[in-house]
T-cell receptor, first 116, second 117 residues
Framework: EAGVTQFPSHSVIEKGQTVTLRCDPI?????LYWYRRVMGKEIKFLLH????????ESGMPNNRFLAERTGGTYSTLKVQPAELEDSGVYFC??????????????FGEGSRLTVL | AQSVTQLGSHVSVSEGALVLLRCNYS??????LFWYVQYPNQGLQLLLK??????LVKGINGFEAEFKKSETSFHLTKPSAHMSDAAEYFC???????????????FGQGTILTVHP
């Protein structure tokens, strides 16, 4: 069974440009999460989808960040326009709904974003 | 608000020695607690979790952790370190116990474990 996959693994862009990160969760996982780790800091929650609906987006830094999950399958996280402080590793994770499994989060390998 | 503190950003041990990675948390509700490991160029992998059952939790690869409410701690231990244990370890607390999943986690800053021959 395929795990959580993220694309691209590494993106280097200039300040002001746009980047779109993609996450494919494990098939059948209704919960999808985005997290971010800025260098030297802790991993921080960004938002949570249940199927195609945003359950909690309290961690989104500002309106330059837009997350979507069309059809409740894969998700994208767009940063537009990117700023220097957006550099970091963006992790995606998925899980089954509580009651359908252990609730364990499965993480992807992360997308490293470097803004110059 | 919940928070997690991992004492020591870097821990170095010799192969065969005890591994002890410290984690303290604060939570206004009974917490769900987790330890994750990240090997180089890989995603985070769940080592073990505490969800209000037994206070001593056994995980994968010989790791275990003990939930101590009085000390608000959830330290991770392994009796004998292997070279393959070298990785970064994260302690986390769930902000959503009893909700749709355990997934909204608050992480500590991580501890890099180095194992010397």
């Amino acid at each position: 069974e395929a795990g959580v996959t993220q694309f691209p693994s590494h993106s280097v862009i200039e300040k002001g440009q746009t980047v779109t990160l993609r996450c494919d969760p494990i098939s059948g996982h209704d919960n999808l999460y985005w997290y971010r780790r800025v260098m030297g800091k802790e991993i921080k929650f960004l938002l949570h989808f249940v199927k195609e609906s945003k359950q909690d987006e309290s961690g989104m830094p500002n309106n330059r960040f837009l997350a979507e999950r069309t059809g409740g399958t894969y998700s994208t996280l767009k940063v537009q326009p990117a700023e220097l402080e957006d550099s970091g590793v963006y992790f995606c994770a998925s899980s089954q709904l509580q009651g359908k499994g252990t609730g364990e989060l499965f993480f992807g390998e992360g997308s490293r974003l470097t803004v110059l | 608000a919940q928070s997690v503190t991992q004492l020591g950003s870097h821990v170095s041990v010799s192969e065969g020695a005890l591994v002890l990675l410290r984690c303290n948390y604060s939570s206004s509700v009974p917490p769900y607690l987790f330890w994750y490991v990240q090997y180089p160029n890989q995603g985070l992998q769940l080592l073990l979790k505490y969800t209000s059952a037994a206070t001593l939790v056994k995980g994968i690869n010989g790791f275990e952790a003990e939930f101590k409410k009085s000390e608000t701690s959830f330290h991770l231990t392994k009796p004998s370190a292997h070279m393959s244990d070298a990785a970064e370890y994260f302690c986390a607390v769930s902000d959503n116990a009893g909700g749709t999943s355990y997934g909204k986690l608050t992480f500590g800053q991580g501890t890099i474990l180095t194992v010397h021959p």
